[in-house]
């Protein structure tokens, strides 16, 4: 006992020689800095941040990792909650916004205590200082190192402004592992932004960037416990926070492990990251509530569909052409659903979903009306014999039911008149990229899904039909440049085909009337769609298997549509209603129309003597013919023929080449590969052509 007392006046003096050398340096490093002895102060503008990608309404969706490994996500005062930084500057720095970058008070303070209670029981570190420490890190810890933190600290604040350093310190502090600064360890100790901290999650965040690996959470839930708590009792005397508060603060749990970062529209987020990979914040216009609602919702889905089914999803706003929503696949990383894998721009099948549009342009065209009739019966179009998805036919049935029931026959029967390569460019001109076939061209198996489409393109079309005929170019990334719209088909039309699709029927256990929408199934039950709109979103689903493998069972109306309808219902609640008739749409019953509106017939019915109209079996309309030959000589192209009245002449580039007493098959002499028009007529003036492309 007595040796111990005869050391304490020496520990008092080596106390009194530590302090005396704190009030030394702090002069010291006000006038070095001053000086400026260490040359221009690092002032952050070289910091590798991790890439952000942002939605419209400002949430994160995604971030990726620094050059350097690290989460370093930048953060400024206003995206922290205002409580957090009452309680940062109450227990690290209470005169921030009054010293120089040095505060003197404080540094005597931690002096005096080292003084007289032999142990560090505050630091005289200011922000600034710890800024200064963070943007030019140092391993060893010296008097030099301390002198150099003060140089730092006075020229920072003459070339930054407060909140400026206040920002580099939210961006910069450890928290950990890779964690720098408040927003990336915020995500990964609570998975939010923090902006609305509880009081216990602030006082962890203060504590932890002062030893950020001993206190870590996930690692030393106790020790960051108890660092808490002593962060919760040194701002307790302040008056910022009641006692309740404190208490409760203190009964909070602390997070024992660490959690993913915000993973919301993966598929986009890649996407703008390979389309900006020099911008290190990049704007979307997905709303990160809706898309993380609509991604549940697609998991949902896909999981009660079965064990390796799939879901896309696409919402965007019609009028401006925002992509609100987009989701690729139900989980990204889901392995056994190729989560990797877009299925928004996957080529598809799109079965029945194209037929509005074959009805669109034979509205547009004056072909028929929506209360025009039609026959959906047995026929035969050369060697294509359509039928209906139930193998029935209904008969003569308005337009209208014909499309909303989907009926094939009707439909290949009104493109046949229209022209599939007419329809193919009409689609090509409103900027939708459709996929054919290896070696084909279009025909008549158009209109039933015998084309490649993918689900962001199919959408935009019906974008189009709410946009009463014009197509808005989507866009997702805000610094796409925006380009003009694309005609699609005249206004009334695309009203028309609207206003027939509003009386869909809707699947099971839904209100129709409220959305105008088209279900799909391509052949072979390997893809289910549905598209719809109102007057302000349209909304595309597509489901089946990644791999294409077929689904027995698997229907548009009863897969893809009820997700439609639960997007729609998650959109707004209410569908907002369709746009008004523009001028020129004719509201009338079947009798009141035109005579040439009241029935279509065709290009293959009876005619009045009872004789059907002269027609071209073979080759089909837009077909490719493989030539052959035989030695020198090109082999001749057989030309079969139905129906007319003889004698039928027979026509080759407008050119006579035979006239024959009734139908039956005629050749002709193809000199070489190219297009080549065919005609027949017959003696009453019916004719029928086709264009066929010859291929060596």
Not at 117 to 134: D, K, P, W, Y
Request: aromatic fraction near 8%; hydrophobic fraction near 40%.
């Amino acid at each position: 006992m007595a040796r111990r007392d005869r050391r304490e006046p020496r520990r008092r003096l080596t106390y009194a020689a530590i302090g005396l050398l704190w009030c030394v340096a702090i002069v010291a490093g006000a006038l070095v800095g001053l000086a400026d002895t260490f040359g221009a102060a690092p002032l952050g503008k070289s910091l590798s941040y991790s890439k952000t990608v942002l939605g419209g309404d400002g949430h994160l969706l995604r971030a990726y990792l620094a050059p350097d490994g690290r989460w370093r996500l930048p953060a400024s005062r206003t995206d922290v909650d205002p409580r957090f930084l009452d309680a940062l500057l109450a227990y690290e720095d209470k005169r921030f916004y009054d010293h120089s970058g040095v505060d003197p008070v404080a540094m005597m303070r931690a002096a005096y205590q080292l003084l007289t209670r032999g142990e560090i029981v505050s630091g005289g570190s200011t922000i600034s200082m710890q800024v200064a420490r963070l943007l030019e890190p140092r391993r060893k810890r010296s008097l030099y190192a301390k002198y150099r933190q003060m140089v730092r600290a006075v020229q920072l604040e003459r070339a930054l402004s407060k909140d400026d350093i206040l920002s580099l310190y939210l961006t910069l502090a450890p928290y950990g592992g890779n964690l720098e600064g408040i927003r990336a360890a915020s995500f990964a100790y609570f998975g939010k932004e923090p902006r609305r901290l509880t009081l216990g999650e602030t006082a962890l965040l203060v504590a932890l960037p002062q030893s950020p690996e001993y206190r870590r959470p996930d690692r030393h839930p106790e020790r960051a416990r108890a660092a808490r708590n002593r962060v919760l009792d040194r701002i307790s005397g302040n008056g910022i926070f009641s006692a309740q508060e404190l208490e409760a603060a203190k009964a909070e749990l602390v997070p024992s492990e660490r959690k993913p970062m915000p993973l919301v529209a993966p598929h986009a987020a890649d996407d703008a990251n390979a389309a900006f990979s020099d911008q290190s914040i990049i704007k979307l216009t997905i709303r990160a509530r809706l898309q993380r609602r609509l991604e549940r919702l697609a998991r949902d889905r896909a999981a009660a569909l079965g064990d390796v089914m799939s879901a896309a999803i696409v919402v965007v706003e019609h009028e401006t052409g925002r992509i609100l929503a987009r989701v690729g696949t139900p989980d990204y990383f889901d392995v056994d659903r190729a989560g990797q894998v877009d299925l928004t721009r996957a080529v598809r099948s799109p079965g029945s979903t194209l037929k509005p549009f074959i009805y669109g342009i034979g509205f547009e065209d004056g072909l028929v009306h929506p209360q025009s009739l039609i026959d959906d019966r047995p026929i035969r179009f050369g060697d294509y014999a359509p039928e209906n998805f139930d193998q029935t036919f209904q008969g003569t049935v308005t337009v209208r039911r014909a499309l909303q029931l989907s009926l094939n026959v009707p439909a290949v029967s009104l493109l046949d008149a229209v022209g599939p390569s007419r329809l193919l460019a009409r689609l090509g001109e409103a900027g939708v990229r459709l996929k054919l076939p290896a070696h084909e061209t279009a025909g008549l198996a158009l209109g039933l899904g015998g084309i490649g489409i993918r689900l962001v393109d199919l959408t935009a079309l019906y974008a189009g039909l709410a946009r009463q005929g014009t197509v808005a170019p989507f866009y997702e990334q805000e610094a796409d440049p925006r380009r003009p719209a694309q005609r699609l088909m005249e206004p009334v039309a695309a009203w028309y085909v609207g206003d027939v699709l509003r009386g869909a029927p809707p699947p099971p256990n839904a209100l129709g009337g409220r959305i105008a929408f088209k279900t799909g199934t391509s052949y072979g039950y390997r893809d289910a769609w549905a598209v719809g709109f109102d007057g302000k979103y349209t909304v595309g689903v597509w489901t089946g298997r990644p791999d294409g493998a077929p689904i027995p069972g698997l229907l548009g109306r009863t897969a893809a549509a009820p997700i439609l309808f639960d997007v729609f219902a998650r959109l707004t609640g209410q569908p907002k209603p369709l746009a008004p008739a523009p001028e020129g749409v004719l509201t009338a019953r079947t009798a009141q129309l035109p005579p040439p509106l009241r029935h279509f017939a065709g290009r293959y019915t009876a005619a009045a003597t009872g004789t059907p109209d002269v027609r071209i079996l073979f080759p089909p309309n837009d077909a490719a013919v493989a030539l052959q030959s035989s030695g020198a000589a090109i082999d001749p192209i057989a030309i079969k023929i139905a129906g007319g009245t003889a004698p039928l002449n027979i026509l080759v580039d407008g050119m006579p080449l035979q006239t024959v007493r009734g139908a039956g098959t005629v050749f002709f002499a193809p000199v070489g590969p190219g297009f080549v028009r065919l005609t027949v007529t017959d003696a009453l003036g019916a004719a029928d052509s086709v264009t066929v492309r010859l291929q060596p």
